[in-house]
Nanobody
């Protein structure tokens, strides 16, 4: 079993910054592309950013140039640095960690952390 613990959400004013972190622990095999998703009130969950094992990154157009995703393969962590936050970034943010053990792939989700951008 794998456990994910997220941290770093909160309330911030427009233009501010937050850093989200997600740590995986437990019986971990190989972790493929890690990612952050978010879900705003009344909206579908959407991909914010992803990072491959080799460090290749992709971002939603809405966050390009403002958010940076990173990972530490040795510590099984993934982080999201969010700068220039806007009210429309308000959402619950979830880390996504797919774990491969042999031929089996299992996707794990963090518990979610609230990010609120408001003056």
């Amino acid at each position: 079993q794998v456990q994910l613990v997220e941290s770093g959400g909160g309330l911030v004013q427009p233009g501010g910054s937050l850093r989200l972190s997600c740590a995986a622990s437990g019986t971990i095999g190989f972790i493929n592309t890690m990612a952050w998703y978010r879900q705003g009130a009344g909206k579908q969950r959407e991909l914010v950013a992803g990072i491959s094992t080799g460090g290749s990154r992709n971002y939603a157009d809405s966050v390009k140039g403002r958010f940076t995703i990173s990972r530490n393969n040795g510590k099984n962590t993934v982080s999201l640095q969010m700068n220039g936050l806007k009210p429309e970034d308000t959402a619950v943010y979830y880390c996504y960690v797919p774990v491969q053990r042999g031929l089996t792939n299992t996707a794990y989700w963090g518990q979610g952390t609230q990010v609120t951008v408001s003056s």
